[in-house]
């Protein structure tokens, strides 16, 4: 479980000794909506969260409808044009079916971080801003490049994964997981746990899938990935 197709574990022997000891945990993933498909991608944490869930832990699924609009800036050389809501709205519409080819979603705790975003307000997202320093956010790599380089980065990417670290509070996370490129999203999760006087979840990332251009890692953003529900010829000629 902590081994087969897992590049790395934080706190590695904490997490053992929690399933060694027979703990029930919530295992968290979250997805957010930037286009209408997740892809093969995705399926490498969905598996994994499968296996988790096989074991009998919680699994929680999130689909990331308020951070959606802003997008993840991991990894990305230029900032993303926000989304409106209709946008989220029509690309999440079979999110959980398309899931639902890996994991089993009816035994799956499903949430939107809407739901909580929108009515927590303001007052919420200022306590955010105040639990991490801008120095703490601007030491990862893609936001050092492009500052380098004398290119923006919006006060939206910067918060994105305080935003994202605040998801594990609500759903009470223990394990969250994530490809390598999320992993500096992951660990301010544990932050933000930190922050509410939470214990913090501990982090499981898998390997990135290369994507079709055969150079960078699959993704939505950059269009080389293969869609879950693309016609079965197609995903033939893209792999």
Same mark, same amino acid.
């Given at each position: ?11 590695? /022997?904490?997490? !053992? ?11 968290? *993933? ?22 988790? @869930?096989?074991? %009998?832990?919680?699994?929680?699924? =999130? ?23 209709? @946008?989220?709205?029509? /690309? ?15 035994? +799956?705790?499903?949430?939107? /971080?809407?739901?909580? *975003? ?12 105040? +639990? ?7 030491? $990862?790599?893609? *936001? ?5 380089? #004398? ?30 490129? @999320? ?6 999760? $544990?932050?933000?746990? $930190?922050?509410? !006087? ?14 079709? #251009? %055969?150079? !960078? !890692? ?5 269009? /080389?990935? =293969? ?8 995903? *033939?000629?893209?792999?």
């Amino acid at each position: 479980l902590l081994s087969r197709g897992v590049e790395e574990v934080i706190d590695k /022997n904490h997490l !053992k000794e929690r399933l060694m000891a027979g703990e029930k945990l919530r295992i968290k *993933f979250g997805v957010d909506p930037t286009k209408p498909d997740l892809h093969l991608g995705h399926t490498v944490v969905l598996r994994k969260l499968k296996e988790f @869930q096989e074991l %009998g832990h919680s699994i929680v699924f =999130i689909i990331g409808d308020f951070t959606g609009r802003i997008g993840d800036p991991s990894e990305r050389s230029e900032a993303r044009k926000p989304l409106t809501e209709a @946008q989220i709205t029509e /690309n999440m519409k079979e999110y959980l079916i398309q899931a639902g080819k890996i994991i089993d979603v009816e035994r +799956a705790e499903i949430f939107h /971080n809407s739901s909580w *975003f929108l009515k927590e307000g303001v007052e919420r997202i200022l306590e955010l801003a105040s +639990a991490v320093s801008i120095q703490q956010v601007l030491r $990862r790599a893609d *936001f050092k490049k492009r500052l380098e380089k #004398d290119e923006d980065v919006t006060l939206l990417e910067v918060l994105y994964p305080v935003f994202q670290g605040y998801d594990s509070v609500k759903v009470n996370a223990h394990v969250e997981l994530g490809g390598t490129d @999320q992993t500096f999203n992951l660990l301010m999760g $544990r932050r933000v746990q $930190r922050h509410f !006087k939470m214990e913090e979840q501990d982090i499981l990332t898998v390997p990135l899938l290369e994507g079709t #251009d %055969g150079v !960078k !890692k699959m993704s939505k953003s950059m269009e /080389n990935y =293969i869609g879950l529900y693309e016609e079965s010829d197609v995903m *033939f000629g893209k792999i």
